[in-house]
């Protein structure tokens, strides 16, 4: 177990945002104000039983990818997106999984604008909301979603890291179960062309925080980000945290999340 600074959401009147690309002149990048807390995270290397999709919100699996060079967008897509898929459909029973998009996060690669690399966030978020969740489906599948939307499906994010294993920025997952309804907070990411949805997270004492220490290139988190079930882990809350215990000279994080939709078939 360790202890580092969770940044939560601050209370606020007004409905929050972000831009992701830049916004019109005179408009800040966000809205918001953090509220930074001290939050103990354990090693969930440690849990027995293991923590699992349907419960906590999230699971780590064994995976090892074939594709070289995981910095390459073409071979992620055509490559990586089969694999990840044949991952959560073999985890999750699920009939039919689809990949759909990818990020990549080092912080250096960022500032060299190398890649199209990110930096990790630091703010505790869930990627889907109640609204947005099935808008996705709709948008991948405007012929399909009537049909698609009457079954369960689920949003469920693959985190990877690349080449190495983290040892700095590792991500933290807040347990599904202790978070309540209200504790999020639904969130406009603004683009240039589009308006999507997250949920921030308000801060209550009950949520558990936990990571898998020294991730290796060989493994993946799996997050819950969307269930349309409400008898299972819904929103998992996720967040990169300081590791107090990484080395002053620790390799930045350089890591792959790719999002899914899991389809199954109707409860008989």
Known sequence: MVESTINYLADMPERPFFYVSEPPPGTPMRNTKGDRRRIAIDDARDRVPPPSLDAEGFALARHETAVDDLYDADAVRTRYYPEVAALVQGITGATRVVAFDHNVRCAPMAERREHGAQVPVRYAHNDYTERSGPQRVRDLFPDEADGLLRSRFAVINVWKPIARRVEESPLAVCDARTIRPDDLVATDLRYRDRTGEIYS??????????????????????????????RRARFTAHTAFDDPTSPPDAPARASIEVRTLAFFAPAP
Do not use: I, N
């Open 201 to 230: 997270l308000r801060f209550t004492p009950a949520h558990r925080w936990s990571y898998f220490s020294h991730m290796r290139a060989d493994e993946a988190l799996l997050l819950k980000c969307f269930d349309s079930d409400a």
